[in-house]
């Protein structure tokens, strides 16, 4: 939105944050529900197939060149003789802050209770009313979120091009692992 369309910061994020709900919810919709009953390894490349039809769409649809985005800010901090820049910074302590604040909300809620309880046990969670249909939309979209976030945030520090994107996963993918799929603050 800021690149493409030149439209300021301000008004891209939220609506990118936005784009991103609703590309969570069609993915859960169109590909996931339909693949409930697989099992996960089926899912996972089912979901690798996802990305790689996304990859195909912004390519054709933006000719897939790489774009330099704008960073939020092109201050920088000194921390005696180390320098980060604000940018970087800011996408640190937003994934910490967000990573936190998942963990609150999945310990805490019943909603986030409902989650981990339908990923641990279908069938016991099922029998203590988490709608599975709900809590896989509500986990796509999250997911999706952040994935947004982290793409609005880390962006700047790189280049748009769908394919450079495609190896942050990869390495999204390896941090998942060492959280063992269930430890946010390890995966972190």
Request: hydrophobic share 60%.
């Amino acid at each position: 939105f800021s690149t493409v369309w030149d439209w300021p910061a301000w008004a891209a994020m939220p609506v990118a944050l936005v784009a991103s709900v609703a590309t969570g919810a069609l993915i859960d919709l169109l590909a996931m529900r339909p693949l409930r009953k697989a099992d996960a390894l089926t899912r996972t490349v089912a979901t690798l197939g996802g990305v790689l039809v996304i990859l195909a769409i912004i390519r054709v649809t933006w000719k897939g060149g790489e774009t330099f985005v704008r960073p939020l800010t092109t201050s920088v901090a000194r921390f005696g003789a180390v320098t980060l820049g604000w940018q970087q910074l800011i996408a640190a302590l937003v994934a910490i802050a967000a990573g936190v604040g998942l963990v609150i909300w999945r310990r805490r809620s019943y909603t986030g209770l409902g989650l981990s309880a339908i990923s641990e046990d279908p069938a016991a969670a099922r029998l203590l009313g988490v709608n599975p249909a709900r809590a896989s939309a509500l986990a796509w979209i999250l997911a999706s979120i952040m994935a947004a976030l982290a793409g609005i945030l880390v962006t700047p520090l790189l280049v748009l091009n769908p394919f450079q994107m495609t190896l942050l996963m990869v390495g999204s993918y390896a941090a998942a692992l060492l959280g063992g799929f269930v430890s946010l603050p390890l995966t972190l």
